[in-house]
């Protein structure tokens, strides 16, 4: 098991680095926006989700599997359409 | 309301109470205007422009002044000239009327029933603002004064470094930063010169320094200095003597100065003594804008240039009359700006709670009515 | 080979996620960045509803279904005031997302849980009910659901300290005996008061802050659930996530000039000087909304009309020069700048002209009052420069004001008024400003210079 | 070297031609100078300064022509006064001398045996810069037009809105950019005047432009425009009527005029016409520095100001014995520059090879050496 | 567990990695940054060392050691001029290194070689070599062992594509058939060869460029050896230095306002414009040196006394604004400005002095010109602004020039002479000025005023 | 052997977004010492160099671990040492 840790040790301080670089000079204006777009993408434990709801492994851990989809549902779909309407209002009239 | 705009009597007076383009304005406020042929004469505007304003041209002075319900002029009606008596009774009169020192006048005008609004006693409040004449005639004073000042030195103001050698920058001292003051630092620097300026209330401290020029006071606290209407108060001997002596150090480095320093209904404070302008550098010039009320310069003439220990001492007297066509231009709006004030439905209209109207009238229905006046 | 395509999609979408938050950090791209984030999101979910070893899709569809009616709509028929709190919520059921699968696994994988696999279960659920419930308050505080003022009660500080300690005493008596399912719902609880304990004390208008947090919180969730799923998709994406809103929250404090530590355990009420972004619910009414040159560059970039309304400030700060320089940098943009001189403006008259002049701004740039005052309506910003009386509605509206009658610049009608000055302290008459308070006024604090220098500075790159 | 500086002689001129400063300088180079007693006076030095500075003061003009080398005035010597028949026979004089006007004086002046330089015929090269009088001059007379055209306009050169109203600033209109015009334009600029300036020479547009005024001019090539000394030609009839008619145009607008168009030893151009002054606004000024050499403004007046169709003209000569201590100190640097190039080991050294010894030189051994002056 | 610890230590060191060369690019923080670099790689070597199943360690000790004293020897004796061809060889020697590891792994290995394990020790090997051979080109023409202009020949990009070809086909027969040492060989020989060809046409001022290029390639080739050794420290560190070098790359050619593609393929021979940082050989004498506004910051930031010399070009520019600004700037950072004021700058008497006022530079910053011109030779910078004829040193030296005998600004005495104009047009007088063409001018080509704004902007940040 | 292959392809994307990231503002004047400190880093490869040295394996394996070993240190020694000396030239004096 230590391996894939260990791996995802690595990834995780790699993408650390890459979130901190390609944050590091938002202009404040746009904090809500992009608050709310990484928010939308934090819905992607929705993948996690689809496998627990269809494994198909019993009621109980499909029932936590079904939940787990209609929140990262709500929160992947409904985040990315609020950012998007939030962005809109940066266009030049 | 019947508005008449006098011609000018005093000589070299070349200003004129309303001009064409605030007569514009009255009329179209539904006021009539008449004015004196060739009243405008001074200010290049003439009586053609008037008429096509909406004025009426009345050669007549008797005439205008009879039909009208306020007589506007810049200098004071003189009453060996017969102005005051041709002043219809009840008219109203708007002008500079010099109040603190025409005891004579105003007795003059009450007894003939004129009700008079001396144009230098406008408050300074914020309203008021856009009537303010004494600010605007000594914004055309200062500037004017550092023209004549720069037209009388034997040198440069500006710095220039030249094939024929360095020039140095003309140092320019200003004692008095009012209104005149300010804009004399102001123009001195927009000419080049290294502008120094003194005065006693240390608020002005922030507005010379925000003109880029450099300032130089007493340690005197607010409540020293300044009275309630933000005019200067008058110093002890003490306090004065300090003062002096600060002066004298700078003026002995000054190409140019120009004083304004005031305070109302008192004579103005003697700044710069004879010794000093000896001690000033030969080919200096000092343009005494106080000169009026006594000057702040020992050795001013008023109305006359002197040079004395190799110094050009100016003394002219109203200034803002060399500048004609915008010193009207805007003692114009001020004067309209009043009226418009003062204008009720039909004629005059005199609300004693009103603040404008109490500080400015000096004479109603036969007495002298301003309260700093009485007594 | 399946795999191998997979996980190549995987990591082309770990790209684009990466690129898509890239592009939002930029008002120009940021558009394209939510819909590049979103291609990717498509792209991931897609490849697991494929190579995921699915039985049956009947939930999985069920739950997409109702998800994205629910999602779509509140995302549709929320009021723009009321996006703050929507977001919370949404940050919310992402964390409950990844804590359900979290607990799904662990009942899953019951009989054969390793010390590795408990720990990194532990970790998805507690940050994700965390997550959900801190949310849930956040959201209810925005909403004015629970009251906005810090709810604080005695040691409160001890006592979440206290619920951390027994959460991880908890945490490991369960990697030594993963089967407890007692003792895991005993985690879930304690997980989700130490969410409510953690927002209840924090006050209203530091909510966003809390939200920012809350979702870097989500983003960790997220990456644990990597773990738990040996899913590098995951991984990469929820520390992404969870360090840039770790690095948003500190960019936020910073700009409110306050720190992470003091907004979350400080609890020491709302503040008179807030930051707030668009969208963010408005500060009480009356309440002073301090910007950053940041938020200022965009309002004047999406202006057309800029009116600069010099004040005594201006010259007090030597301004002139730098007020220039901006002008200047604004009109090679296409942004037209024009100069509303109040007549008495500064402390004698032509004060402004003076200046104006000696920085070498064109006369035909310059408008006196009668001039502009119609068009204020017409610009996107009227920046007011160290100006007070000459802007104050008092003049018009408080007949008990010393300036009462005097007539003033209309700078309120602008979309938005930016108020460059050190302090709300009063100019030459004295009095209070209300246009300092109004919703739509931006204060720039600071010497008018150093600001209008710093715009410049920022206008350039 | 025995450098003389003469007491000048023609009425108001109150430069002086070497000033302490630089009599200093020289006689630190080892010469001894020697100063016609009062000499000074008109610019504010006096006899003592000049002693200080190492002069000899000597009250007899003859004993003072009669021991130098060098004699350094600013203004020609008169034949009339005596002053060309004082010189010694064999000595130098440094002078301006106007030779394209001054047939008789440089005849005087050959039969006297001296050898004479004309301070305005120093060359424009490169390294002659630091004795270009001309340069100098212009630049006191640029100003000083600038000055007097503000002291005599009856309103205000800057913008300004005030509580009185807006006031439009003044528009200046210069003719001629070269010295004094480019510094007519600087210092209207400076004190806030809306500046156009027309010259037939297009070169200038971007100087112009450089002082951040309009540039309005013909559309004539370089060579049309410009001889090789850099100095402007004569033009033909086309191209002047074509001139005319431009600036006739931006006269009408124009609150004051500067005109300095000249051509080097011909009449200056007239630019403006009575006509032409006409239609210009009531109240506006005209400063026409070209007066001496016939002037740019058919009205125009040598030595006064006359006010013509409500229009002053300002027609003063010599403006630059209006600012004795910087024009002194200017002139004083650039006769010196020219004294310390002609100085050899022991008197004065002619190297006629030199381009700016045979080039200022108009008279040396009894005749007139200048080739633009001879025949 | 030893694993577990080193592959911490080997994470963490790469941390230090990113973190040393992020530091490496900002000149406040580089020195600190090359320690913390060099730190990182103690701890990886050392780390391999003590775990990486060493049997012997004489060849390793001798190997250091020889290595440790040559280089050390080379780095401290080196002149400063002559670094950028050391650097290449370094370069050079870190490719062999790569693909030394590589063809060991290859012979070690012979009998177990899977495909994966080919690919990647052939890649490895392969940029490498190129890494190698190239470098030693590049060492050659900055030290001008070869010559330094572009050594051309007939179809010589066709001649590369083919033999570039024959490589790829040559790897794809090995994969084949791993065992075949002869084609091996062979293929070391085409990578070597490629590495020649590829260099040899490319002028020598352009070498910088390929020096940056072929650091990447070395970085490429250590992300190889990773991959064929398994180390993941190792990938990280390669695909950095391969990324960052590739980015250098483009930001030189972006400086330089050329394309990679022209610089690599162009061949059409050494430009007057080259740009050049410090410590890359000068370009040969009498040409111009452009550099940018960066260069031209570090070298203001250095300066405590820097003399601005304003001419025609900044009135023509109206630049007088922004000098006084960037006065200001300096002034902040506690640099003294001063201005040297030329009788003659300009067009009139007393030009500089009306800009200059107008634009509000204090009368004691002023010189004149018996006043500064002892004082260039303190000077760090002198700037030249829009001024040519008053710093022209032909007033001195040259008998025949029109301006001979005029006293000039001595600006060349400065420590650096920085010069603002649009080209290299001459001047009033119509000459050209030898002063441009000296060693220690910098030209800004370009407006002055937007040079200066340019130079501001970057002070702010 | 795929997943390795995987993992490493995983770190090396990463790696070069934070390359990109951290080098996209270098002044031009820091260009040559920022070139010289990572060829200095390139020689990391000295990892691979003391293993193929030290592993004993054969003759050949050895004799080319030893020339790797010799290559490798002098590209970092020297690598570091010269970026250092490039260094000082940027200290304000
Ligand atoms: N024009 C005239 O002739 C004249 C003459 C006399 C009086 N007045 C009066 O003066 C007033 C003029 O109005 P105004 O709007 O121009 O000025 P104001 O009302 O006096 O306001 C000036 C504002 O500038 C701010 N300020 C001062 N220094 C600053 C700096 N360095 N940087 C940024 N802001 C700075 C001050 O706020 P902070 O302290 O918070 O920064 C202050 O509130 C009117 O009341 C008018 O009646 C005018
Ligand atoms: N001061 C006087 O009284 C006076 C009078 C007449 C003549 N002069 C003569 O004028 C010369 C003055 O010397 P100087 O050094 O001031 O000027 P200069 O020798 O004429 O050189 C000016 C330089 O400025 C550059 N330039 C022009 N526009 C520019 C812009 N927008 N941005 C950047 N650079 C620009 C030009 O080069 P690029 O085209 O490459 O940009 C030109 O080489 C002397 O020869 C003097 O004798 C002086
Ligand atoms: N709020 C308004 O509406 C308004 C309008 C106009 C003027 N003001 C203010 O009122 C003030 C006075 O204006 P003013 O120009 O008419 O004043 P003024 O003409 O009466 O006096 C001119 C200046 O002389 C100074 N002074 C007096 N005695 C002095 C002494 N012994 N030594 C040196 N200086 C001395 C005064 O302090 C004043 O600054 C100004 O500061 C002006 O800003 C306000
Ligand atoms: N290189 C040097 O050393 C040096 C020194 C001094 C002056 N100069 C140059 O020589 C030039 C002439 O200088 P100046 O001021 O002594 O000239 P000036 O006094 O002879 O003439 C003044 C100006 O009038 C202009 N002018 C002539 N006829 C005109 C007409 N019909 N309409 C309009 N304008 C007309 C001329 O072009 C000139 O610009 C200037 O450009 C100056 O820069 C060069």
Redesign the interface.
């Known amino acids: 098991m230590l391996p894939v840790f260990l791996i995802g040790l690595y990834v995780f301080v790699l993408s650390i680095f890459v979130g901190y670089e390609i944050i590091s000079k938002v202009p404040p204006l746009l904090h809500t926006p992009l608050m709310s777009g990484t928010n939308a993408i934090s819905g992607i434990s929705l993948v996690g989700a689809v496998i627990a709801a269809g494994l198909g492994h019993d009621a109980l851990t499909t029932a936590l599997g079904f939940a787990a989809v209609i929140c990262g549902t709500i929160n992947v779909i409904g985040g990315y359409l609020v950012t998007n309407r939030m962005l809109r209002m940066f266009k030049k009239k | 309301m019947k508005i008449a705009v006098a011609k000018e009597t005093a000589p070299d007076e070349t200003r004129v109470a309303l001009i064409p383009d605030t007569v514009k304005l009255l009329v179209a406020e539904g006021h009539q205007v008449a004015v004196e042929a060739g009243a405008g004469a001074g200010a290049y505007f003439n009586d053609g422009d008037f008429s096509a304003a909406g004025a009426a041209i009345e050669p007549s002075r008797d005439a205008l002044y009879q039909g009208a319900d306020v007589v506007v002029k810049v200098q004071k009606p003189s009453i060996a000239g017969g102005e005051v008596a041709a002043l219809r009774e009840g008219s109203a009169l708007v002008s500079f009327l010099q109040p603190h020192s025409s005891g004579d006048l105003l007795k003059a005008l009450s007894q003939r029933q004129v009700t008079a609004f001396a144009m230098e006693m406008i408050p300074r409040i914020a309203r008021a603002q856009i009537m303010d004449a004494l600010t605007s005639m000594a914004t055309v004073s200062g500037y004017k004064a550092v023209l004549l000042a720069a037209e009388a030195l034997p040198k440069f103001f500006p710095m220039f470094m030249t094939a024929a050698g360095t020039i140095a920058p003309a140092r320019a001292f200003i004692l008095g930063a009012g209104v005149a003051g300010l804009q004399a630092i102001a123009t001195a620097r927009r000419l080049g010169a290294v502008v120094e300026a003194f005065d006693t209330r240390p608020v002005v401290k922030e507005q010379v320094e925000s003109l880029g020029a450099r300032f130089v006071g007493l340690e005197l606290t607010q409540e020293e200095a300044q009275d309630a209407g933000g005019y200067a108060k008058e110093l002890t001997q003490e306090q004065h003597d300090k003062e002096v002596a600060l002066i004298a150090e700078h003026l002995k480095r000054a190409d140019i100065v120009v004083t304004t320093a005031q305070i109302p209904g008192k004579p103005a404070p003697i700044l710069i003594t004879e010794e000093m302008v000896r001690a000033m550098k030969p080919g200096s010039v000092i343009v005494d804008l106080a000169v009026d009320t006594g000057g702040n310069c020992a050795l001013a003439e008023p109305g006359s240039t002197v040079v004395k220990h190799g110094v050009t001492i100016i003394g002219r007297t109203n200034l803002a009359a060399s500048m004609p066509i915008h010193a009207s231009q805007m003692y114009s709006r001020n004067v309209a700006n009043l009226l418009l004030h003062l204008a009720g439905e039909d004629g005059l209209h005199i609300d004693l709670e009103d603040a404008i109207t109490s500080g400015t009238m000096v004479t109603h229905r036969g007495g002298i009515t301003h309260p700093a006046l009485k007594g | 080979m399946l795999t191998?395509v997979s996980?190549i999609i995987y990591?082309v979408s770990?790209?684009f996620?990466?690129v898509?938050?890239?592009m939002?950090?930029?008002?120009a791209t940021?558009?394209r960045?939510?819909y590049l984030?979103?291609l990717a999101?498509v792209m991931?979910?897609g490849t697991?509803?494929v190579v995921?070893?699915?039985?049956?899709?009947t939930?999985?569809i069920?739950?997409?279904a109702?998800?994205?009616v629910?999602?779509?709509l509140?995302?549709?028929w929320?009021k723009?005031t009321a996006?703050?709190q929507?977001?919370a919520l949404?940050?919310g059921?992402?964390g409950?997302?990844?804590g359900?699968?979290a607990?799904?696994?662990y009942?899953?994988r019951l009989d054969t849980l390793?010390s590795?696999?408990v720990i990194v279960i532990l970790l998805s659920l507690t940050v994700?009910a965390i997550t959900l419930s801190g949310s849930l308050i956040a959201y209810g505080k925005l909403q004015e659901l629970i009251p906005g003022r810090p709810i604080t009660y005695p040691l409160q500080n001890w006592g979440n300290l206290l619920l951390m300690l027994a959460a991880l005493g908890v945490g490991i008596f369960l990697v030594i005996e993963p089967s407890r399912i007692d003792w895991f719902l005993v985690l879930v609880g304690i997980s989700l008061l130490i969410g409510v304990l953690m927002v209840l004390p924090i006050g209203g208008a530091d909510m966003?802050v809390v939200?920012?947090l809350l979702?870097s919180f989500?983003?960790i969730?997220?990456?644990f659930?990597?773990?738990?799923?040996?899913?590098?998709?995951?991984?990469?994406?929820?520390?992404?996530?969870?360090?840039?809103?770790i690095?948003?929250t500190v960019?936020?404090c910073v700009?409110m000039n306050r720190s992470v530590w003091n907004v979350i355990f400080g609890a020491f009420g709302q503040l008179d000087v807030a930051?707030a972004?668009?969208?963010?619910a408005p500060a009480a009414q009356g309440a002073v909304k301090a910007?950053?040159i940041?938020?200022a560059?965009?309002?004047l970039e999406?202006s057309?009309l800029v009116i600069i309304v010099p004040g005594?400030g201006m010259?007090?700060a030597?301004a002139q020069?730098a007020v220039?320089?901006l002008s200047d940098k604004l009109g090679e943009r296409g942004i037209e700048v024009k100069f509303a001189?109040?007549?008495?403006a500064?402390?004698?008259?032509?004060?402004?002209?003076?200046?104006l002049?000696?920085?070498?701004v064109p006369?035909d740039q310059?408008y006196?009052?009668d001039a502009i005052n119609d068009q204020f309506k017409t610009a996107g910003v009227a920046m007011v420069i160290g100006a007070n009386?000459v802007v104050n509605p008092a003049?018009n509206e408080d007949p008990s004001s010393?300036?009462?009658?005097?007539?003033i610049l209309r700078a309120e009608e602008a979309r938005t008024v930016m108020v460059l000055k050190r302090s709300m302290n009063p100019g030459f008459?004295g009095i209070d400003n209300q246009l300092f308070l109004r919703d739509n006024t931006m204060m720039l604090f600071g010497d008018a210079k150093s600001t209008l220098?710093?715009l410049?500075?920022a206008l350039?790159?």
């Not at chain 3, 995921?52 to 899709?57: C, K, S």
Request: net charge negative; aromatic share 8%.
């Open positions: 191998y996980d990591l770990a790209v996620f990466i898509g938050i890239k939002l950090s930029s008002p940021a558009r960045g939510n984030s979103a999101m991931t979910v697991t509803l995921g070893q699915i039985a049956d899709y939930w999985i069920a739950g997409v109702v998800g994205t629910v999602g779509a509140a995302a549709q929320v723009m996006m703050p929507l977001v949404f940050n059921l992402g409950a997302a990844s359900l699968v607990v799904s696994e009942f899953r390793e590795y696999l994700g966003p939200v920012a979702n989500s983003g969730a997220v990456a659930t990597g773990f738990v799923l040996s899913a590098k998709v995951l991984i990469i994406v929820g520390s992404l996530v969870g360090a840039s809103g690095f948003l960019a936020m700009a930051a972004g668009p969208g963010v910007y950053t940041d938020d560059l965009v309002m999406n057309d005594f010259a007090a030597q020069h220039r320089e001189v109040h007549p008495v500064g402390r004698m008259p032509g004060h402004m002209n003076v200046l002049a000696e920085a070498n006369y310059l006196d009052m009386d003049a010393p300036i009462y009658g005097m007539p008459a220098s710093k410049v500075a350039k790159n």
